[in-house]
């Protein structure tokens, strides 16, 4: 018989975020497949490093971690293929997946090419969403409000638009992006209402308001805003 697929959300880097399944199922892996840049250590794998066993086999899958673009399914086919293989052997993978596999998740790329041969398993985890809201130490929205999730690298056209048309909004993957929407939130008058948060989590977590901000934001960051008065104060 053939192995189960596991797409196993790590959480957002701190590993007590990860849940109890994440931990049991990466402990007993014989197969462990992960995304790594070209250069450094898998973030990923950092998170599940204590629970990874010696013996497993590791898959790293290289991912170019620069601005230009790249030949971004050429990686996710070959490293399907690799775990095509094991999976054919009736072995299990256990595919680590930064914060939660189907957010903003490389998982999905696989699940793509996988899950119709192959038993899939989705493990959800903690998204670094809920982690910067925690940090932040304010809810990400209520009652009735719409909240709406905008990647950084967004235009400034799309990106005023749809925060014009929400209530509560989340930036990610700010990054490089930070001055330029530093700048867009505050001429839309937002930025007293905006938090920024980089590293969930994590040792080096960072948490400010937008306005004290660094100049230069890691790719793990965040900006979060809400245009109400706090309607959870007064319930």
Known sequence: ????????????????????????????????????????TSFAR????????????????????RVERFPAQD??????????EHLDAGR?????????????????YLFARLSERFATEIVPGVSSLAACSAALARPLTARNDVLTVLPGPLGDEAMRERIANAEAIAIMKVGRHLPRLRALLDDMGLTERAGYVERASLAAQVVLPLADAPEAAPYFSMILIYKGDDPWLNQ
């Open 46 to 65: 950092s998170i599940a490093a204590d629970a990874i066993a010696p013996d497993a086999v590791e898959i790293p899958m290289i991912v170019p971690m």
């Open 75 to 84: 990686v996710y086919a070959t490293g399907a293929a690799t775990i095509a």
């Open 1 to 40: 018989m053939s192995g189960t697929l596991y797409g196993v959300g790590v959480g957002p880097g701190d590993p007590d975020l990860m849940t109890l399944k994440a931990h049991r199922l990466i402990s007993n892996a014989q197969v462990v497949a992960y995304p790594a840049p070209d250069s450094g």
């Open 92 to 108: 299990d993978v256990v595919v680590l997946c930064e914060g939660d596999p189907f957010f903003y998740g490389s998982f999905m």
